[in-house]
C-alpha cells in the first residue's frame, strides 16, 4: 500500500453518508472501494426494484435518480445515475431514490409508474424501474419538459421487448404544463392521473450535504481518499503509488474499458474538490471535473451571452449531446475523457475531437508541476499523477467557421466510427482560408489526430474552387490510414468516411453558392419527435376476452416490486459462482491451473469436467453432445473450462479471471458460412429438400434468370435479465430457480448430472427478464452448473452471467447464407427457384433451423418448380440457438431478396412482381386484400411518386420504399402443457398455474382473460402462480409463439372440467352467484379443483396462416450511410385476438426486434482466436428509442373468427420479426438511387445487418462524385 500510511495521520478515518430513499446510510471501511450502488442497494438495502444487467452504463436498467448539491455553483441538482458504475463510497452527501421511492402497489403508484403500465409499457417489465427513474431525475429538474426533452431522455435505456412505442407514449403525456402529469398528448387524459388527484408529493430537495472534511478510508482491498481541495488531492497524489491509483470522478470509465482498474488499490475521489468543478464564462474556462451534462448547458448559455467570441459552444454543446448517454453524461466528466484518450490511444473521445478542433488549452498539474497544453499535447504526456485542473475555450472570431460531425453505428448511446471536427478561418465574403484549418479526427487510428498534411496544403487556399477540394480530399486519401484493428470499421469506410465529412464542411461553408441538390449533403439527417399509431377492433360482447387490457404484472413491475429470479433473498450461506472460459477456438486444453484464483481472499474452489461424475452434458435430448465443463477439445472460444465458486459474486468473477488455461494443437477456426462450406465435412443435410417440378428444365426455358448469394448475419438475443440459476440442496433434493422457457429439460439435465431422479429437482420460474428463445435449451448448461456446485459444497449457489460473459459463451440466433438461382417468363411469373439455404449451426448441429427456412422461403409466392436444399454447417462458435422466429426470418427474407433482384434485373416494379407472384389460391383472399389496404391506407403510389421526385432532386440524400407481404405458418407440434385451477371456497378466487413461462409476451394476463370469461367472473378473481415441476410437470418448451395459445386452450378446457364437476349443484341452485355456487360445491364435496393436460392435436388445435404486409420509407445519408427510418405500416392478421393491447405490443416488440436484426446488430469474431469482438453494450447495438420508425401504424387485420386457433385467435410473437426485412430492401431502393447518380450498377449484393458502414459501402460514393457543382 505504499507510503499511504501517513494519511492516515493527516484525518481521521471517516464515514460515507448519504440518503437512500430518505434513510440515511453509513458505510465505512467494511466497504472494498469496488463495490457498485447497485449491488450496495440490491444486496445490503435489499432494494431490488433496481435491476442490474449490463454493468456499463449501457443499458439503464440500473438507474436511480440523484440529488446533491454541485460543488461548483452549490445549487442543489438532480441527476439520473447509473449504479451499476457508482462506487458506493463516492455517494458522500447524495440523496439517492430508487423505484421503490417513487411508489409501490400497497402505497399508491407515482404517476409516472401507473402511466407506463396503462400504456403497456412493459413486458417482461426489467427495463421499466431503470426508465422510469430516468424519466423521474428529468421531471425533478425540469418541470415541464418538452416531448422532445422526454424522448431523448430515455437515450441511455434499453427495451428489448416493446419496441419503445408505448414507453415514450407513456413519457411524453408528461410533457407541458407543470404540476401535471398529462397535458402533453389530448390523446391520453383518460388514460393518466392529475398528480394532484393521487396525493402524490414531490420529494423534498436536497437538504443532505457530503462531509466538507477529507475522507479517508482503510478497507481489505484497498483505500479510499476523498480529499477535499486541489491541495489535499495533490498530497494524497504525492503518497500514492504509481501504478496502483486512480482518480474517481464520474466512474463511467469502467463502463468501457473494465480492466483498467484491475490491480489499483487507491482510488482517490475527485468530485467534491471545488476547484475542478468551476467554471468561469468570460473568458470561458470549465473545470476539468465538470460533467458533460454540465458542460452542456453552460456552453450553450455562454453561447447566447457572447456570440461574438463564443457563437460556435452551442455547436460543441450539440455535439456533447451525442455523447453516450444521458445517464453518463450526468456524472461522466471532460477530463476523466480525456484521460481515456491518453491512456487508450484508440478510444474515439467525442470530447477530444472537439477541444482539438477550437483550440482549447488544458492547464495539468502534478504534485510537482503545472503546465498547460494543447489537447493533443496532454496525450503525449508520459507521467501518471496528472490532474486536469480547468480548459479553457478560446474566443473565436466571426471569421471562423466551426463544425463538427459525430457518425456511429446508432443514432445515440453509441460510440463514434470517427468524430471529425474542421475550424477554418476566411476573410468575410469569400472563401479563401486566412491560415491553416485545423482537421481532426478521432477513431481512425491511435496516431492520427490531425490530418496535418492535408491543413498544410489548404493553407490559404481557396475552398470553393473545385481542383482545391478534390486535392485535399486526394491528400486525405493518402494521409488517413486507419487500424487495421479487427474491432473497428473497414478501414475504406473510415477513409471514405473522412474524405465524405470534409466534402459536407465545404458544403455548409459555401452555403448558397452549391446548387440545392448538392445542398442535400449540408445537413445531417433530421428526425423528429416518433409517433405511433395502433388500430384494431374489439367486440364488447366476448369481454373480458378481445378486451384491451392491462397486463396483469405491469403495476408491480412498475414499482419494482415484480420479482425476478436475481431478486430472491440471499439464501443462508450462500456462494456464488462464474464460469471461466476458454479464449481460444479449435484446440486442445493443455492445462488449467487456478492456483492463482484459489489464493484470492474469498475463492471457496474451483470446479471443472472431473467433479462430474454423471453424463457431461447438457444437451441430452439432442443428438449432439455439449459439454458442460470441457475435457479436452475446445470447439470455441468462450467455451465454459470451470466454475469459480466464492463467497461473493465480485469475487467469484475476478477469480475467474486468474484461473490459467494454456492450450494445444492450435488450428485456424473455421467462424463463418463461406469457410465452413469449403469442409464437406462440416455439412450436414437437414430436414428434406423441397422438390416441386423439375427446375433444371425450367431455368433453361426461362426469359430471365438471376443468380447470386445473399448473406444474413447473427443476433445475440440481449435479454436485460442475463442466464441465472441459484440451487438449493434441500431435504427432497434441490430447489432450482432458474431463468428458463423450458423447466422439463432443466429438471432432466440437472437430474442427471447430479445422478438423482428427476422427482428430486424442484424447479419453479416467477417470470424471465426476457428470454426470446435464447433461455429455451442454453439454461441447461447453467443450471447443470450451479446444481453440481451447490451439491460439492452443499450450499445454496447462484450464478449469474455477466453480460460479457453471456455474449461469449451463448450461442446466437443462426447465421444464414443463401446461393440461388431463379427464372421468370416474360411475363413476370417465377418458373425455377433453386436455392441452396445453409445455416450455421456453430459447434453442433442440434439447433439448426435452415429446415424452417425453406419452409418459409416459399410461402407467399407460386413458382412451376422449387428446389430448396437446406443445410446445417458447423463453426468454431457456441452451438447457436432458437432467437424469437428462427429459420422462419431468414426464409422469408432470402425469398424478398430474390424478389428485389429479379424486379431490378427485369426493370419490373418490386411491389407489382410480387403482386403478380402470389398464388391465385383463394387461401390468399386475405393477404391480397391486406396488401391492397396497405397499399391504400398508406398512399403507397403518391408516396412512391413523392420517393422519386425526392431522389431525383437531392443527390446526397435519398429515400427508398419497399412494401413486403407476410405468410407466416403457424404449427403446434404436439405440444403439451398443463393447467391446475384452484378455487377457493370462502370467497370463490380462483389461483391458476399453467406450465407456460411468462417472459413478457403477456401469457399471464391471456390465460387470465381466458378463466375469466369461461368462469364468468372478473379478471380481479384471478390470480396466476408461477409456474413450477410439480403443479406442471411434463411441460413442452414456452416458444414459438405457442405457448400463450396452448396455455388458453387448457386452461379453458381444465374451467371447463371444473364447471363440469360443478354442474350438478349449479343446476340444482336457481342462478347462483359464483360465491354461492362455490360455497354449495364446498359443503357438497364437490372438487373445487381442476387441472387439464393439454395436448395440441389432442385438443383440437389446427395449424394455420398469419397474414401480413409492411411498408416501410426509410431516407439515407448517402455521404455518411446513416438513415432514419421515416414510417412504418404494417398490417397484420391476428384472428380475434385474445388481449389486443397486449398484441400490439407482441407486434411492435417483434418488428424492431427485426429491424435490429437487419441494421445495427453485428457479430464478429477475431479471426485468430475465434473470440467475440462484440461482447458489450459498447460494441453491440440493438435498436434505441431513437432508431424506431418515426412514424409507426399498427393495424390488425381480424380474417374472422380462426377455427385452427384458440377462441379464434391468431399467435402474434413471432410474424412481425419478419416484416423487419422491409427495412433492408427500401434502404436498397435508397442506395439503388445514389448508384445511379454514380453510374453504377444498381443491382448488388446487399447483406444483412445493413450497418451504416454497409450502407455507405454500398453507395460507394467516390471522391471524384463531391462536386461544388
Ligand atoms: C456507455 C458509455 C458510452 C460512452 N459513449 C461515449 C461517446 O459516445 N463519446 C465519448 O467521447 N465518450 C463516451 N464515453 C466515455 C465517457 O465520456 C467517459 O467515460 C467519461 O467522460 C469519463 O469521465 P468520468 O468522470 O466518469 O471518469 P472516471 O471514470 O472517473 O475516470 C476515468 C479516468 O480519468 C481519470 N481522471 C478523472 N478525473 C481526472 C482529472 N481531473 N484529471 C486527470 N485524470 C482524471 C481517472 O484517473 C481515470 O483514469 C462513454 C462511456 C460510457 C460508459
Ligand atoms: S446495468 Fe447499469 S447501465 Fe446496464
Ligand atoms: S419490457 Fe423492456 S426489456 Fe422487457
Known amino acids: 500500500m505504499g507510503n499511504s500510511e501517513s494519511i492516515a495521520t493527516r484525518v481521521t478515518e471517516g464515514k460515507v453518508r448519504f440518503t437512500v430513499n430518505g434513510k440515511v446510510c453509513e458505510v465505512g471501511s467494511e466497504t472494498p472501494p469496488e463495490t457498485k450502488l447497485v449491488s450496495y442497494l440490491r444486496e445490503t438495502l435489499l432494494l431490488t426494484g433496481t435491476k442490474l444487467s449490463c454493468g456499463e452504463g449501457g443499458c439503464g436498467t440500473c438507474i436511480?435518480?440523484?440529488?446533491?448539491?454541485?460543488?461548483?455553483?452549490?445549487?442543489?441538482?438532480?441527476?439520473?445515475?447509473?449504479?451499476?458504475?457508482?462506487?458506493?463510497?463516492?455517494c458522500d452527501g447524495w440523496e439517492i431514490s430508487t423505484i421503490e421511492h417513487l411508489g409501490s402497489k400497497r402505497k399508491g403508484l407515482h404517476p409516472l409508474q401507473s402511466t407506463l403500465a396503462a400504456f403497456n409499457g412493459t413486458q417482461c417489465g426489467f427495463c421499466s424501474p431503470g426508465m422510469i427513474?430516468?424519466?423521474?431525475?428529468?421531471?425533478?429538474?425540469?418541470?415541464?419538459?418538452?416531448?422532445?426533452?422526454l424522448e431523448k431522455s430515455i437515450d441511455g435505456n434499453i427495451c428489448r421487448c416493446t419496441g419503445y412505442r408505448p414507453i415514450l407514449d407513456a413519457f411524453k403525456s408528461f410533457a407541458g404544463t407543470p404540476g401535471t402529469s398529462c397535458s402533453g398528448d389530448p390523446d391520453t387524459k383518460d388514460i393518466v392521473p392529475d398528480i394532484e388527484d393521487i396525493g402524490w408529493v414531490c420529494p423534498q430537495k436536497n437538504n443532505f450535504n457530503p462531509s466538507p472534511d477529507e475522507v479517508y478510508i482503510e478497507t481489505s482491498s484497498g483505500r479510499w481518499y476523498s480529499p477535499n481541495n486541489l491541495e489535499n488531492l495533490l498530497s494524497v497524489l504525492k503518497l500514492v503509488p504509481e501504478e496502483y491509483y486512480t482518480l474517481v470522478a464520474g466512474s463511467t470509465g469502467p463502463g468501457v474499458y473494465k480492466d483498467d482498474n484491475?490491480?489499483?488499490?487507491?482510488?482517490?475521489?475527485?468530485?467534491?474538490?471545488?476547484?475542478?468543478?468551476?467554471?468561469?464564462?468570460?473568458?470561458?474556462?470549465?473545470?476539468?471535473?465538470?460533467?458533460?451534462?454540465?458542460?452542456?448547458?453552460?456552453?450553450?448559455k455562454v453561447s447566447r451571452l457572447y456570440p461574438e467570441k463564443y457563437g460556435y459552444t452551442e455547436q460543441v454543446a450539440e455535439h456533447l449531446e451525442k455523447v453516450a448517454n444521458l445517464a453518463v453524461r450526468s456524472v461522466g466528466t471532460l477530463a476523466g475523457n480525456l484521460e481515456l484518450k491518453r491512456r487508450h490511444r484508440s478510444f474515439p473521445s467525442d470530447v477530444f475531437t472537439l477541444l482539438e478542433t477550437v483550440g482549447a488549452s488544458i492547464e495539468v498539474v502534478s504534485p510537482t508541476s503545472k503546465v498547460s497544453c494543447s489537447p493533443s499535447e496532454y496525450l503525449e504526456i508520459q507521467q501518471s499523477k496528472q490532474v486536469i485542473v480547468k480548459i479553457r475555450f478560446p474566443a473565436l472570431s466571426e471569421k471562423c467557421h466551426f463544425q463538427s460531425y459525430k457518425i456511429s453505428s446508432r443514432k445515440v448511446n453509441a460510440h463514434a466510427y470517427i468524430s471529425a471536427g474542421f475550424l477554418a478561418k476566411t476573410e468575410p465574403g469569400t472563401f479563401m482560408l486566412l491560415d491553416k484549418p485545423n482537421l481532426v479526427f478521432t477513431g481512425v487510428s491511435g496516431d492520427l489526430i490531425r490530418a496535418v498534411e492535408t491543413e498544410k496544403l489548404l493553407e490559404n487556399q481557396d475552398l470553393s474552387d473545385q481542383a482545391v477540394l478534390d486535392s485535399a480530399l486526394k491528400s486525405l486519401g493518402s494521409e488517413i490510414t486507419p487500424d487495421p484493428d479487427p474491432r473497428s470499421s473497414d478501414p475504406a469506410f473510415r477513409v471514405g468516411l473522412v474524405q465524405a465529412l470534409f466534402y459536407r464542411f465545404v458544403l455548409n461553408l459555401l452555403g448558397d453558392k452549391v446548387p440545392s441538390n448538392l445542398r442535400s449533403g449540408v445537413q445531417p439527417l433530421q428526425r423528429g419527435v416518433s409517433h405511433g399509431v395502433q388500430e384494431f377492433e374489439t367486440d364488447p360482447s366476448l369481454y373480458p376476452i378481445n378486451k384491451p387490457v392491462q397486463k396483469l404484472e405491469a403495476e408491480s413491475q412498475c414499482s419494482g416490486e415484480a420479482e425476478y429470479t436475481g431478486d430472491k433473498p440471499v439464501f443462508h450461506n450462500q456462494l456464488y459462482a462464474a464460469f471461466v472460459l476458454s479464449t481460444q477456438a479449435n484446440c486442445d486444453l493443455e492445462s488449467v491451473d487456478p492456483s492463482a484464483a484459489l489464493d484470492l481472499p474469498g475463492v471457496v474452489g474451483f470446479m471443472s469436467q472431473e467433479d462430474i461424475s454423471g453424463d457431461n452434458n447438457f444437451s441430452q435430448t439432442k443428438p449432439w453432445k455439449e459439454e458442460i465443463f470441457a475435457t479436452k477439445k475446445v470447439l470455441y472460444a468462450g467455451q465454459a473450462v470451470g466454475l469459480l465458486v466464492a463467497e461473493n459474486e465480485e469475487v467469484a468473477r475476478k477469480a475467474s479471471k486468474l484461473v490459467k488455461i494454456s492450450y494445444t494443437n492450435i488450428q485456424e477456426p473455421v467462424l463463418t458460412l463461406q469457410e465452413a462450406i469449403k469442409h464437406p465435412e462440416k455439412i450436414e443435410?437437414?430436414?428434406?429438400?423441397?422438390?416441386?417440378?423439375?427446375?433444371?428444365?425450367?431455368?433453361?426455358?426461362?426469359?430471365?434468370?438471376?443468380?447470386?448469394?445473399?448473406?444474413?448475419?447473427?443476433?445475440?438475443?440481449?435479454?436485460?435479465?442475463?442466464?441465472?440459476?441459484?440451487?438449493?440442496?434441500?431435504?427432497?433434493?434441490?430447489?432450482?430457480?432458474?431463468?428458463?422457457?423450458?423447466?422439463?429439460?432443466?429438471?432432466?439435465?440437472?437430474?442427471?448430472?447430479?445422478?438423482?431422479?428427476?422427482?428430486?429437482?424442484?424447479?419453479?420460474?416467477k417470470r424471465l427478464g426476457g428470454a426470446f428463445g435464447a433461455k429455451i435449451s442454453r439454461p441447461n448448461q447453467i443450471a447443470a452448473a450451479c446444481a453440481l456446485a451447490s451439491k460439492k459444497f452443499n450450499r445454496p449457489v447462484k450464478l449469474q452471467l455477466d453480460l460479457k460473459t453471456n455474449m461469449e459463451m451463448i450461442g446466437k440466433r443462426l447465421p444464414f447464407l443463401a446461393r440461388y438461382k431463379v427464372g421468370v417468363d416474360d411475363s413476370g411469373t417465377l418458373t425455377g427457384v433453386q436455392i441452396n439455404i445453409f445455416c450455421d449451426s456453430g459447434s453442433s448441429h442440434n439447433e439448426f433451423t435452415a429446415d424452417a427456412a425453406v419452409f418459409f422461403a416459399k410461402l407467399c409466392y407460386q413458382a412451376k418448380a422449387w428446389n430448396l436444399v437446406p443445410q446445417s454447417a458447423l463453426t468454431n462458435t457456441p452451438s447457436n440457438t432458437y432467437i424469437r422466429a428462427p429459420g422462419t426470418t431468414q426464409g422469408h427474407a432470402i425469398m424478398e431478396n430474390i424478389m428485389e433482384h429479379l424486379a431490378a434485373e427485369t426493370g419490373t416494379d418490386p411491389l407489382e412482381l410480387r403482386l403478380h407472384n402470389i398464388p391465385e389460391d383463394p387461401s390468399y383472399d386475405s393477404l391480397r386484400e391486406i396488401i391492397k389496404k396497405l397499399r391504400e391506407?398508406?398512399?403507397?403510389?403518391?408516396?412512391?411518386?413523392?420517393?422519386?421526385?425526392?431522389?431525383?432532386?437531392?443527390?446526397?440524400?435519398k429515400k427508398g420504399l419497399s412494401l413486403v407481404p407476410i405468410n407466416y405458418r403457424h404449427d403446434y407440434y404436439g405440444s403439451r402443457f398443463n393447467v391446475l385451477i384452484s378455487v377457493y371456497r370462502r370467497d370463490g378466487s380462483v389461483a391458476v398455474s399453467h406450465g407456460g413461462i411468462e417472459m413478457g409476451q403477456g401469457i399471464n394476463t391471456k390465460v387470465c382473460q381466458v378463466v375469466a370469461k369461461e368462469l364468468g367472473i372478473s379478471m380481479e378473481m384471478v390470480s396466476i402462480k408461477p409456474t413450477d415441476s410439480f403443479t406442471n410437470p411434463n411441460a413442452s418448451l414456452t416458444g414459438g409463439s405457442m405457448g400463450s395459445e396452448?396455455?388458453?386452450?387448457?386452461?379453458?378446457?381444465?374451467?371447463?372440467?371444473?364447471?363440469e364437476q360443478m354442474k350438478p349443484i349449479a343446476e340444482k341452485l336457481k342462478n347462483p352467484t359464483w360465491l354461492e355456487l362455490v360455497t354449495e360445491c364446498y359443503n357438497q364435496g364437490v372438487d373445487l379443483s381442476a387441472r387439464h393436460m393439454g395436448h395440441s392435436s389432442k385438443d383440437g388445435l389446427i395449424g394455420y396462416n398469419i397474414w401480413a404486409a409492411v411498408l416501410t420509407q426509410v431516407?439515407?445519408?448517402?455521404?455518411?450511410?446513416?438513415?432514419?427510418?421515416?414510417?412504418?405500416?404494417?398490417?397484420?392478421?391476428?384472428?380475434?385476438?385474445?388481449?389486443?393491447?397486449?398484441?400490439?405490443?407482441?407486434?411492435?416488440?417483434?418488428?424492431?426486434?427485426?429491424?435490429?436484426?437487419?441494421?445495427?446488430?453485428?457479430?464478429?469474431?477475431?479471426?485468430?482466436?475465434?473470440?467475440?469482438?462484440?461482447?458489450s453494450s459498447w460494441e453491440y447495438k440493438v435498436p434505441s428509442a431513437m432508431d424506431i420508425p418515426e412514424k409507426m401504424r399498427i393495424e390488425f387485420y381480424n380474417s374472422g373468427h380462426n377455427p385452427g386457433g384458440v377462441l379464434g385467435s391468431k399467435a402474434t410473437g413471432e410474424p412481425s420479426v419478419l416484416a423487419g426485412v422491409s427495412v433492408l430492401t427500401a434502404l436498397r431502393q435508397a442506395i439503388r438511387s445514389a448508384r445511379q447518380d454514380s453510374n453504377l450498377p444498381t443491382w448488388?449484393?446487399?447483406?444483412?445487418?445493413?450497418?451504416?458502414e454497409a450502407i455507405k459501402l454500398g453507395c460507394s460514393v467516390d471522391v471524384k462524385n463531391m462536386k461544388l457543382q
Open 64 to 90: 436511480v435518480t440523484v440529488s446533491y448539491l454541485n460543488p461548483g455553483t452549490g445549487m442543489p441538482v438532480t441527476r439520473p445515475v447509473n449504479s451499476c458504475l457508482t462506487r458506493v463510497l463516492s
Open 133 to 149: 427513474m430516468t424519466v423521474n431525475s428529468v421531471l425533478r429538474e425540469n418541470e415541464s419538459p418538452s416531448m422532445e426533452t
Open 262 to 300: 484491475f490491480l489499483v488499490q487507491h482510488f482517490i475521489d475527485v468530485s467534491k474538490i471545488v476547484e475542478l468543478r468551476s467554471h468561469a464564462e468570460s473568458p470561458l474556462e470549465l473545470g476539468g471535473g465538470i460533467t458533460i451534462h454540465d458542460s452542456i448547458s453552460i456552453l450553450r
Open 685 to 765: 443435410p437437414t430436414g428434406d429438400p423441397i422438390v416441386e417440378g423439375d427446375v433444371e428444365k425450367e431455368l433453361k426455358g426461362s426469359v430471365k434468370t438471376v443468380s447470386g448469394e445473399f448473406e444474413i448475419g447473427s443476433q445475440y438475443p440481449f435479454h436485460l435479465e442475463t442466464q441465472i440459476c441459484i440451487s438449493v440442496p434441500k431435504e427432497d433434493g434441490f430447489d432450482i430457480y432458474c431463468s428458463t422457457q423450458d423447466i422439463d429439460k432443466v429438471q432432466t439435465t440437472v437430474a442427471s448430472v447430479l445422478g438423482v431422479q428427476l422427482k428430486d429437482i424442484n424447479i419453479s420460474v
Open 937 to 957: 391506407s398508406s398512399e403507397y403510389d403518391l408516396k412512391k411518386q413523392q420517393v422519386l421526385d425526392f431522389n431525383q432532386n437531392n443527390r446526397w440524400k
Open 1046 to 1059: 396452448c396455455n388458453c386452450s387448457a386452461a379453458l378446457i381444465a374451467c371447463q372440467k371444473l364447471k
Open 1115 to 1175: 431516407e439515407v445519408d448517402v455521404l455518411t450511410g446513416e438513415m432514419n427510418i421515416e414510417s412504418c405500416n404494417l398490417i397484420e392478421d391476428t384472428g380475434t385476438s385474445i388481449s389486443p393491447d397486449v398484441d400490439v405490443g407482441q407486434v411492435e416488440g417483434g418488428l424492431i426486434m427485426g429491424l435490429g436484426l437487419w441494421t445495427s446488430e453485428q457479430i464478429r469474431y477475431d479471426k485468430k482466436t475465434g473470440r467475440l469482438l462484440d461482447n
Open 1244 to 1252: 448488388f449484393q446487399f447483406n444483412g445487418p445493413a450497418t451504416v
